[in-house]
């Protein structure tokens, strides 16, 4: 992917976060953007059967993706969402992706140790979670919020045989879940 595609979707999750009213939270998305590995990493494994966006950069595009249909869901309003929950479990739902898979050569990924032991999703929440333990005394964050963007993270592939440990049970969760796929499964989906 070519430095301009990156800042077209760089632009498209910065002005996501534009739209969190929570100030916390936009430091928290904020955040995905000091590992340089957000920008390089796949989103998937080319020879997986759901591979997507198997290529540099593709974690970024997918990311993009899936942001921008949460954000068009928050705004149509037919069901109305926590669009602060909903967008930032958004941004961080595939962030332990980073972990998942190592470069081999140019567009080529192998998958890693943390691939078979640990999993993007549950590496998403920690590194969510972490992000979380790490703000300042005067930075509050309601236990409430980080618990239903933390189940918006984990629940994200929408079944437990898909991976993830729980099911969606919150409106945000179940909007991540619908972006992902449609953004996942697209390459395999007829018009
Ligand atoms: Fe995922
Ligand atoms: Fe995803």
Redesign the pocket.
């Known amino acids: 992917m070519d430095f301009k595609e990156k800042q077209k979707y760089t632009a498209i999750i910065r002005n996501a976060i534009k739209k969190i009213k929570n100030p916390v939270l936009v430091k928290l998305c904020e955040k995905v953007f000091k590992d340089p590995r957000f920008f390089e990493a796949p989103a998937s494994k080319s020879s997986s059967r759901h591979a997507h966006q198997s290529y540099d950069g593709g974690l970024l595009q997918h990311t993009a993706e899936v942001v921008s249909i949460v954000v068009k869901l928050c705004e149509n309003k037919t069901v109305p969402l926590d669009a602060d929950v909903a967008i930032t479990a958004a941004i961080w739902?595939?962030v332990g992706?980073i972990f998942d898979y190592e470069c081999v050569d140019t567009n080529t990924y192998n998958p890693t140790k943390h691939y078979g032991y640990v999993r993007?999703?549950s590496r998403s929440y920690g590194e969510f979670f972490s992000a979380c333990k790490s703000l300042n005394r005067d930075e509050n964050l309601d236990d409430a919020t980080v618990l239903k963007i933390s189940h918006a993270i984990l629940g994200?592939?929408g079944r437990q045989e898909w991976?993830s440990p729980v099911e969606p049970d919150t409106k945000e969760a179940y909007a991540v879940h619908a972006a992902?796929m449609l953004s996942?499964h697209k390459f395999n989906l007829h018009s």
């Open positions: 739902h595939d992706k993007h999703l994200h592939h991976g992902d996942a």
